[in-house]
T-cell receptor, first 115, second 111 residues
Framework: DAGVIQSPRHEVTEMGQEVTLRCKPISGHDYLFWYRQTMMRGLELLIY????????DSGMPEDRFSAKMPNASFSTLKIQPSEPRDSAVYFCASSGGQGGGETQYFGPGTRLLVL | SQQGEEDPQALSIQEGENATMNCSYKTSINNLQWYRQNSGRGLVHLILIRSNEREKHSGRLRVTLDTSKKSSSLLITASRAADTASYFC???????????FGRGTSLIVHP
């Protein structure tokens, strides 16, 4: 298994531009999580899905952030418009089997820099 | 606020020494997990300990859980330079399906 796949690995954009981050979870996993990691705030859960349905998006910082999971093998996190304070590493993780509380498998992350 | 808080925030040791990191939490939990994050990489699951367990081992890792003190410790024995990483605890509270991560302990092992 290739593990959780994220793209792009690095993204540099200018303030105001739209940013789309992509994630392919591990096949068979029914939970998918989006996290943001910064030095100031640590690892923050933004949103998570169960069986492609968004369950809790209370961690999404603003309406500029949106996430979708059109099928079991693909999810996107979109920021529109982007701002410099959105600069962070964004991780996607998936888990399965016994519910979301079990082992999470993280992707390599997308390092986002908004100028 | 964070459910799990790691201590110390940073730890620097020599290769061959043991490294101990602690995690404290506030409310009752179903399980507690430890993860490692190498610089520039995603988190990697190390070990999961359930609330009815007191100790688990995995290779050079030893995890203990004291639910009365609401704390856990991660011991890495005979550390190696390759153990240099950040270590996070994640707690699963009762009634929740989603673990909450702490801020992590940064471990540096000098060769």
């Amino acid at each position: 298994d290739a593990g959780v796949i994220q793209s792009p690995r690095h993204e540099v954009t200018e303030m105001g531009q739209e940013v789309t981050l992509r994630c392919k979870p591990i096949s068979g996993h029914d939970y998918l999580f989006w996290y943001r990691q910064t030095m100031m705030r640590g690892l923050e859960l933004l949103i998570y899905f169960n069986n492609n349905v968004p369950i809790d998006d209370s961690g999404m910082p603003e309406d500029r952030f949106s996430a979708k999971m059109p099928n079991a093998s693909f999810s996107t996190l979109k920021i529109q418009p982007s701002e410099p304070r959105d600069s962070a590493v964004y991780f996607c993780a998936s888990s399965g089997g016994q519910g979301g509380g079990e082992t999470q498998y993280f992707g390599p992350g997308t390092r986002l820099l908004v100028l | 606020s964070q459910q799990g808080e790691e201590d110390p925030q940073a730890l620097s040791i020599q290769e061959g020494e043991n490294a101990t990191m602690n995690c404290s939490y506030k409310t009752s939990i179903n399980n507690l997990q430890w993860y490692r994050q190498n610089s520039g990489r995603g988190l990697v699951h190390l070990i999961l300990i359930r609330s009815n367990e007191r100790e688990k081992h995995s290779g050079r890792l030893r995890v203990t859980l004291d639910t009365s003190k609401k704390s856990s410790s991660l011991l890495i024995t005979a550390s190696r330079a390759a153990d240099t990483a950040s270590y996070f605890c994640a707690t699963l509270r009762g009634g929740s399906y989603i673990p909450t991560f702490g801020r992590g302990t940064s471990l540096i092992v000098h060769p």
